[in-house]
């Protein structure tokens, strides 16, 4: 009987010891996780989608590797709303799943390196916007609101923001009367004044699953060269 329980009272050692290592284990990949930088979050945010297929159309997503030395850190709707009003810095709108960003945000990423910004701040606006459809009667109807940090930025964004329209039954285009922050958008901002904005890629990209061609690459990094730049002049971007 003493024998039986020696042998229960080691087992049950031998159960506490492994579930003592699983909880330091676990620990320890919750604290390397917690620890990442913005940069690597992001790198993996858009590379878990490389070579994965949209299941709405078939195609493609296109790859990105931006390396966990990239420029991008995550910020929120307030922080956004600050630097437009009162900040200096470069703002890019986007989400991993947006073909059109996953085109650009290499390049942009090329444009800071070469002209020396060290920090670009990422707003993921897929959930912060608002959902505008048209009912049977090619009414416009708003079946999502968006954020309030949303409508503040589009407020402050307001005259460089494209029209939104919505495609009737006919394929007509319906006015929503409303303005759209799409994604791909890029923003400069020195001393709350807007020095530069793009939206999309280039003219000449259709879709945004095609890949760039080198003089589209090169046309849409001079873009972005000089948002950075004119965000970048006068002031001390990483010490003075």
Same mark, same amino acid.
């Given at each position: 009987?003493?024998? *039986?329980?020696?042998?229960?009272?080691?087992?049950?050692?031998?159960?506490?010891?492994?579930?003592?290592?699983? $909880?330091?284990?676990?620990?320890?990949?919750?604290?390397?996780?917690? @620890?990442?930088? *913005?940069?690597?979050? %992001? =790198?993996? +945010?858009?590379?878990?989608?490389?070579?994965?297929?949209?299941?709405?159309? #078939?195609?493609?997503?296109?790859?990105?590797?931006?390396?966990?030395?990239?420029?991008?850190?995550?910020?929120?709707?307030?922080?956004?709303?600050?630097?437009?009003? @009162?900040?200096?810095?470069? %703002?890019?709108?986007?989400? !991993?799943?947006?073909?059109?960003?996953? !085109?650009?945000?290499?390049?942009?990423?090329?444009?800071?390196?070469?002209?020396?910004?060290?920090? %670009?701040?990422?707003? #993921?606006?897929?959930?912060?916007?608002?959902?505008?459809?048209? *009912? &049977?009667?090619?009414?416009?109807?708003?079946?999502? &609101?968006? !954020?309030? /940090?949303?409508?503040?930025?589009? !407020?402050?964004? *307001?005259?460089?923001?494209?029209e939104y329209t919505l495609e009737g039954k006919k394929n007509e285009?319906?006015?929503?009367? &409303?303005?759209?922050?799409? =994604?791909?958008?890029?923003? $400069?901002?020195? #001393? /709350?004044?807007?020095?530069?904005?793009?939206?999309?890629?280039?003219?000449?990209?259709?879709? $945004?699953?095609?890949?760039?061609?080198?003089?589209?690459?090169?046309?849409?990094?001079?873009?972005?060269? +000089?948002?950075?730049?004119?965000?970048? +002049?006068?002031?001390?971007?990483?010490?003075?």
């Open positions: 009987m003493k024998k *039986d329980n020696l042998i229960l009272l080691i087992l049950l050692g031998v159960v506490v010891v492994l579930v003592v290592v699983c $909880g330091i284990f676990a620990y320890q990949r919750e604290e390397q996780t917690l @620890n990442k930088s *913005d940069a690597e979050k %992001i =790198a993996e +945010e858009y590379a878990s989608l490389n070579d994965q297929v949209n299941e709405t159309n #078939n195609l493609t997503y296109p790859s990105v590797d931006l390396g966990v030395d990239n420029p991008f850190v995550y910020v929120s709707e307030e922080t956004v709303i600050d630097l437009l009003e @009162n900040g200096t810095g470069v %703002i890019y709108f986007g989400f !991993s799943s947006c073909p059109w960003c996953r !085109s650009m945000l290499p390049i942009l990423n090329e444009a800071a390196s070469e002209v020396g910004m060290g920090r %670009i701040y990422y707003l #993921n606006v897929q959930d912060i916007r608002d959902t505008l459809e048209l *009912d &049977e009667n090619n009414k416009v109807v708003t079946t999502k &609101e968006g !954020s309030n /940090g949303y409508y503040q930025i589009l !407020s402050l964004l *307001d005259e460089y923001l494209s285009l319906v006015d929503t009367n &409303e303005k759209r922050l799409f =994604a791909p958008t890029v923003v $400069g901002v020195r #001393n /709350g004044k807007i020095v530069g904005f793009h939206e999309g890629t280039v003219d000449t990209q259709e879709n $945004g699953f095609s890949t760039l061609t080198d003089e589209e690459k090169e046309e849409l990094k001079k873009i972005y060269v +000089e948002i950075l730049n004119q965000t970048l +002049e006068g002031t001390c971007n990483e010490a003075c």
